[in-house]
T-cell receptor
Framework: KAGVTQTPRYLIKTRGQQVTLSCSPI?????VSWYQQTPGQGLQFLFE???????NKGNFPGRFSGRQFSNSRSEMNVSTLELGDSALYLC???????????????FGEGSRLTVL | LAKTTQPISMDSYEGQEVNITCSHN???????ITWYQQFPSQGPRFIIQ???TKVTNEVASLFIPADRKSSTLSLPRVSLSDTAVYYC????????????FGKGTKLSVKP
């Protein structure tokens, strides 16, 4: 069974640009969540999508957005990049359906973004 | 928002038992507590999940007191390959069910 696939694995952008990251979940998983990981802040929750609808959102500015397609694949977009956006962006999929509780998350290997 | 607190780092030696505690106030009634392990340049990997009392699997045990405001991950007889960062995860106690990770505990196992 294929795991969670994230593309691209590495990318370099400059300030002011925008970036789109892609995540393909495990087959049958309808929940996809995104996280930002930095050395100083650890793992921070960005948002979660379920059946093409964003149902939870973390405390990030509106420059961070996402969407989910009918096949459960998800993309996240960061506009007007800042130096502080340099991070590892992780995607996770799960069978989680309800709002409460967590369920087991299956993570991809992440997309490492460097903003110059 | 719910907050989780873990020790930043811990040191241990091969063969010892390691206990890592996570404090999580405002945990919601329906939330489970989950622990993940992360190696450098990899995504986190599920270790164990529990709701209350004690849960044990082939790699770890999880102890949760009755008030559920904390949890302790126990790793028996650690080896060098257990050197990693360990995160506890609970849902936000609020209605939106956001997911809150601790900042992680970096465990270093020495020979």
């Amino acid at each position: 069974k294929a795991g969670v696939t994230q593309t691209p694995r590495y990318l370099i952008k400059t300030r002011g640009q925008q970036v789109t990251l892609s995540c393909s979940p495990i087959s049958g998983h309808r929940s996809v969540s995104w996280y930002q990981q930095t050395p100083g802040q650890g793992l921070q929750f960005l948002f979660e999508y379920f059946s093409e609808t964003q149902r939870n959102k973390g405390n990030f500015p509106g420059r961070f957005s996402g969407r989910q397609f009918s096949n459960s694949r998800s993309e996240m977009n960061v506009s007007t990049l800042e130096l502080g956006d340099s991070a590892l962006y992780l995607c996770a999929s799960s069978l989680r359906q309800g709002r409460m509780g967590t369920g087991e998350l299956f993570f991809g290997e992440g997309s490492r973004l460097t903003v110059l | 928002l719910a907050k989780t607190t873990q020790p930043i780092s811990m040191d241990s030696y091969e063969g010892q038992e390691v206990n890592i505690t996570c404090s999580h106030n405002n945990i919601a009634t329906n939330d489970y507590i989950t622990w993940y392990q992360q190696f450098p340049s990899q995504g986190p990997r599920f270790i164990i999940q529990g709701y209350k009392t004690k849960v044990t699997n082939e790699v770890a045990s999880l102890f949760i007191p009755a008030d559920r405001k904390s949890s302790t991950l126990s790793l028996p007889r650690v080896s060098l390959s257990d050197t990693a960062v360990y995160y506890c995860l609970v849902g936000d106690g609020g209605s939106q069910g956001n997911l809150i990770f601790g900042k992680g505990t970096k465990l270093s196992v020495k020979p």
